[in-house]
């Protein structure tokens, strides 16, 4: 793999974050840490699918997006 086969990501303001996720119930703060991070993996997936090499179309209908 060369170089730019690599994507670096750099995420800065979490410890902003923490504090006031702190001090909410668990069940709101993981039902809104969730919803944030769909909307961001909305996007990566829309961007893997449409990069994704086309021959039926079903290998790019098929990413998905779940959370546990």
């Known amino acids: 793999m060369?170089?730019?086969d690599y994507v670096e990501?750099?995420?800065t303001g979490l410890d902003d974050l923490q504090e006031p996720l702190a001090?909410?119930?668990p069940k709101v703060a993981k039902?809104?840490?969730r919803a944030s991070l769909k909307v961001g993996a909305e996007v990566i997936?829309?961007?893997w699918a449409?990069?994704?090499p086309r021959?039926?179309?079903f290998e790019a209908d098929h990413?998905?997006?779940r959370t546990s």
């Open 2 to 4: 060369a170089a730019s």
């Open 9 to 11: 990501v750099r995420v």
């Open 23 to 25: 001090e909410l119930p």
């Open 31 to 33: 039902k809104n840490l």
């Open 45 to 47: 997936r829309k961007a």
């Open 50 to 52: 449409a990069a994704f």
């Open 55 to 57: 021959k039926t179309g």
């Open 63 to 65: 990413f998905d997006i």
